[in-house]
């Protein structure tokens, strides 16, 4: 186990309510009024943490000078999760996968897991050598959605989704250039939506894995969206479906 600072209040709020047991200490900004840092600093001493004020200086070298809104935790971060996880994920038969192949800004992996959490999903896959990982700004930029939905570290992302095929996953690849509507494709059932890194997009080997690719239409000046609106997009076409609404 390692431990990391998080910083800002969604992410302290995130951990204190999913998993207070990790939460060593919560460090605060002397002399600060904001009545959602003191709700926290009470919800803290409720489950037993330890608080502790201290000067601002203090917070923004522990936050790595990130935005900390006055407050950061330490926390003891659990090992990642790995292939061996996914493969007791895979039996549900409306799972809802989201694969990111190579997403490695921070902001963008922190707000497609804010996404994958409001949608409900089951598993966010990512490949270990291609990805950020949960970094202070990831969680902050997942508004705590790191503590509620599971990030799975993948060694080989082709072997991966292969699994995933073999277990009944329909593999549902974004590319701009694909034929398919997004709105025309399926998403019902056990599926993986499958977005491609900033830039480069999805790798060929990834690509080739997919059982069919999809575009979101744009109909105005726009050629592509950024990775993490176009999973948010996605994401709640899934919802929209499966809820069977028109």
């Not at 709020?13 to 840092?37: I, K, Y």
């Not at 503590?147 to 080989?156: K, Q, S």
């Not at 329909?170 to 709105?183: D, K």
């Amino acid at each position: 186990m390692s431990e990391s600072w998080i910083v800002g209040i969604h992410p302290v709020e995130g951990a204190l309510a999913n998993d207070p047991s990790r939460v060593r200490e919560v460090l605060v900004e002397q002399g600060t009024h904001n009545p959602r840092v003191t709700e926290l600093v009470n919800e803290a001493k409720r489950l037993g943490v330890r608080v502790h004020a201290r000067p601002r200086a203090m917070l923004d070298k522990v936050s790595g000078h990130a935005r900390h809104q006055g407050v950061a935790a330490n926390y003891e971060v659990p090992a990642a999760k790995s292939e061996h996880d996914l493969a007791d994920l895979l039996d549900s038969d409306d799972a809802l996968f989201l694969v990111l192949d190579g997403v490695t800004d921070p902001h963008n992996l922190g707000a497609c897991l804010r996404s994958a959490a409001a949608a409900g999903a089951t598993a966010v896959i990512v490949p270990k050598d291609r990805a950020v990982g949960i970094t202070p700004v990831v969680r902050r930029a997942s508004a705590g959605a790191v503590d509620r939905v599971p990030l799975i570290e993948v060694t080989n992302l082709a072997r991966a989704l292969r699994d995933m095929k073999d277990a009944g996953v329909w593999l549902t690849g974004l590319a701009g250039e694909a034929q398919a509507s997004l709105y025309d494709v399926d998403l019902k059932g056990k599926v993986a939506l499958v977005m491609g890194g900033e830039g480069e997009g999805m790798r060929r080997l990834t690509r080739e894995a997919c059982d069919r690719l999809a575009r979101i239409p744009m109909p105005g000046a726009m050629e592509s969206l950024n990775v993490s609106v176009a999973t948010g997009v996605a994401l709640f076409e899934a919802v929209r479906q499966r809820r069977g609404e028109q």
